[in-house]
């Protein structure tokens, strides 16, 4: 008989450990980064540089946003378990000298949870957070007037393909755009289209097309001073309406973008 009770005591601890692991399974938070995979993590890199963006003052910044990006460096979640990580990159342009200020705005319009801290310094200034879910978002000045921040998923399982969201429209936010090409007497040899979802709704669209000129002069005469953000050899970004523009020259062509939402 004791031993029955034994047997039975046993059985029923074992049902015990075994229902709370799979109630931990299915609504515990994870407690460490290995128990998410990228596909989790990439709702977070949207959110926060959602956040960034929807932080930014419209009337004196242009920014642009990137796909997601497979990072070069290898990694392991485990001894046992080969890991990837993907990031997705914010470029914003300011004026010389808002590159401080842009970030102490950031800062102050990210969620608490975030844990922001911002460092400044004679030749350059940063910004750290926590953006949740094991996801750093970093921020920084690269150059003069140029921004770059940077969501990075850190070492996950990928356990699906990394897809961006699909765009609703091809056409959205491509007049800009089309503008300068129509202005250079150019074609577009390629289009992209970026998207993300906001985090207080909508959506932040980035629209760039690649033209067969690197010559840019007679766009660049089309838009008002008044308008214009960032003006050097190789990049010219301005205001259009409610969309952020940019002329970029890479080598043999140039890289015409157009951002708006949120």
Same mark, same amino acid.
């Given at each position: 008989m004791k031993r029955r009770w034994i047997i039975a005591g046993t059985a029923a601890w074992a049902l015990a450990i075994a229902g709370l692991a799979y109630f931990s399974y299915r609504y515990d938070s994870p407690t460490a980064r290995d128990q998410t995979t990228i596909a989790e993590a990439l709702p977070t890199l949207d959110a926060a540089l959602g956040s960034v963006y929807s932080a930014l003052d419209?009337?004196?910044?242009?920014?642009? /946003?990137?796909?997601?990006?497979?990072?070069?460096?290898?990694?392991?979640?485990?001894?046992?378990?080969?890991?990837t990580r993907f990031e997705r990159v914010l470029m914003v342009y300011v004026r010389s000298s808002d590159e401080g200020p842009?970030?102490?705005?950031?800062?102050?319009?990210?969620?608490?949870?975030?844990?922001?801290?911002?460092?400044?310094?004679?030749?350059?200034?940063?910004?750290?957070?926590?953006?949740?879910?094991?996801?750093?978002?970093?921020?920084?000045?690269?150059?003069?007037?140029?921004?770059?921040?940077?969501?990075?998923?850190?070492?996950?399982?990928?356990?699906?393909?990394v897809e961006e969201a699909t765009p609703q429209s091809q056409n959205a936010n491509r007049a800009p755009v089309q503008a300068v090409l129509d202005t250079l007497a150019k074609p577009a040899s390629e289009w992209?289209?970026?998207?993300?979802?906001?985090?207080?709704?909508?959506? /932040?669209?980035?629209?760039?097309a690649k033209a067969a000129t690197p010559d840019d002069a007679k766009a660049r005469t089309t838009v008002p001073p008044s308008a214009v953000i /960032?003006?050097?050899?190789?990049?010219?970004?301005?205001?259009?309406?409610?969309?952020?523009?940019?002329?970029?020259?890479?080598?043999?062509?140039?890289?015409?973008?157009?951002t708006a939402g949120c």
């Open positions: 419209p009337a004196s910044s242009v920014a642009v /946003l990137s796909g997601y990006t497979r990072t070069d460096q290898s990694c392991r979640v485990t001894s046992a378990r080969e890991g842009t970030l102490d705005r950031i800062k102050a319009a990210l969620p608490a949870s975030y844990k922001a801290s911002v460092s400044h310094s004679v030749t350059t200034h940063t910004l750290s957070a926590d953006a949740g879910n094991f996801v750093l978002l970093r921020g920084g000045m690269v150059a003069p007037g140029q921004l770059r921040f940077t969501a990075d998923t850190g070492c996950r399982v990928q356990d699906a393909p992209r289209t970026h998207r993300l979802t906001c985090p207080a709704g909508g959506a /932040l669209w980035t629209v760039e /960032l003006d050097s050899e190789k990049l010219f970004a301005y205001r259009a309406g409610a969309a952020g523009v940019t002329l970029r020259k890479d080598a043999d062509s140039l890289i015409i973008t157009s």
